[in-house]
Every structure is written in structure tokens, then in C-alpha cells.
């Protein structure tokens, strides 16, 4: 009997407590733990949008805050949360090439005096002449929507075997383009002219986008091509050095790839 009135004064004083610490004088909370918390059996937390049923979760779900005030809830974390019509960053890759490509004076492209007609979007690269692709930067992405805006970014250094320049002028004209699954999204037409020093060598930048690609596997390439030259039969070099002024870290060429999406079809979120 004497137990039994122990225990009853016990429970009595915890229900009168505002809070209860354990390892601690100065508890912080309704129930504060300083220490190790060991859970053998379940935890719940109650669904405020249930009827405040308490809810133990499912195989593999975590708690997640909802801030101050409110319970946590348990989420299912295999995707990440995403809001209707909105873009997503669903990719993102950059890929690098130190081999580039070469062209002699032999090697011009017979598009160099076609370009209006010859440069076209969605052309297909077996269509264009003399387009060298660089090796490296040929890459597979992968699309999951059906409504999507991909990126891309290319950069390298040309280079071109130029004498110190004269009279005449001395230039070479060239073009680089990127395309998905051997079709141009993107051309850039450049001039490299001799100087003052020899050897001339330019940075090269180009920036595409491509809108709503089909879902599934795609190659993303870039390939290049020498048009035409003026007064001058020397080499050529994208990506990669033709003279001795630079090297090979300094020309390599570089492209950069951003998927963005609207999510459409996921697995079920379960709260």
C-alpha cells in the first residue's frame, strides 16, 4: 500500500510540472533528455491533417521539421518535393578536351561559301563539310520531361600559325557548332587575324539552348570547321596549339551542360 501511494505522489508531481528534465535541473522543454535517447518500441507524432491521429511513419521515411510551433512530419525522401509549371535543375555536367582539332589550308570547309543556306538549325552534321568534331566533348545526357530548356556552354582557345602580319591583311574564317544527336541547336562564326606577334591565338565562346528535347538518351557533340582563308596557307588549331607560344592546358576546350525541367511523372509523396 505504502508502493502504490508512493507511485500515485510520483505521477501526480510529474502531471503538475510545466516541464521535465532528466540529467538536468534546468530542463528546456516539455520533456528534456541530456543525454542518450534509446527508442525500443515506436515513435508517432500526430497528423494535423488527420484529425490529429498520431502517425508512426513508414519503412524508410524520416521526420522532417515543419518550424516552431508546429509537430514534425514524416516525409519519404527518394525525390525531392517539386511544384507544378516550374523549372528544375535536373542535370548538370561539364566535360573537357585537350586533343582538339586541326585544319591545313586543304581542309576548308565547301559551306564557307554557302553559310546562309548551309547553316541552318536541326541540320544534320553529315550534311556539313569538312566539321571536325572534338573527341571528348561528345557525351550522353538524359532527358526525363517532356517540357525542358537545356544549356549549353562551349569554350576553347583557337590558334593559327600566323607570321607577324603584313600587307595584306592575313586571316582564317571558322565556325564551331553544337549539336544533339548529330543536329545543330548552335553555330558561332569567328575570324582570327594575324598581329603584331606571331602564332595569333583567340578564346572562343559559345552559348545554345535547346527547348523541349524528347524524353530519353541523347549525345551532345561539338564539332568545328575552317571556311575560308585569307592570304595565308598555315594551320589551324581549335582546342589544341599549333605553335610553340602555348600549350595544350591553355588551348583545351570545355562544354557545359544544364538540364532544367518540369517534373511530370515521379514516384507518390507520402506524408
Known sequence: MKKLYSVLLVITGLSLSAQIGIKTDAPKATLDVNGDTNFRGKLAVMNVSDNNKLFEGSNDQVLVSQGEGLPPLWKTLRIPEYEANKFYLIFNNSFSDKTGVTFS??????NGS?????FTKNVAYSTLNRFKKIAALSQ??????????????????VQAAFPVNGDPDISIDYACGIFVDDKLVNLRQRNI???SASSTFITHNQIGIADNLTKGQHTVSVACSRLK??????????????????????TQSSLKVD?????????????
Open 193 to 195: 587575324k594575324a598581329s
Open 140 to 157: 550522353p545526357i538524359t532527358i526525363y520531361s517532356a517540357q525542358s530548356k537545356t544549356y549549353f556552354q562551349f569554350e576553347t582557345v
Open 259 to 271: 538540364v532544367y525541367e518540369v517534373p511530370q511523372v515521379f514516384n507518390t509523396i507520402l506524408n
Open 105 to 110: 589550308s586543304t581542309e576548308e570547309s565547301t
Open 229 to 250: 582563308s585569307y592570304n595565308t596557307n598555315v594551320n589551324l588549331g581549335i582546342g589544341i596549339n599549333v605553335a610553340t607560344n602555348i600549350d595544350s592546358f591553355i
Open 114 to 118: 554557302s553559310r546562309s543556306t548551309s
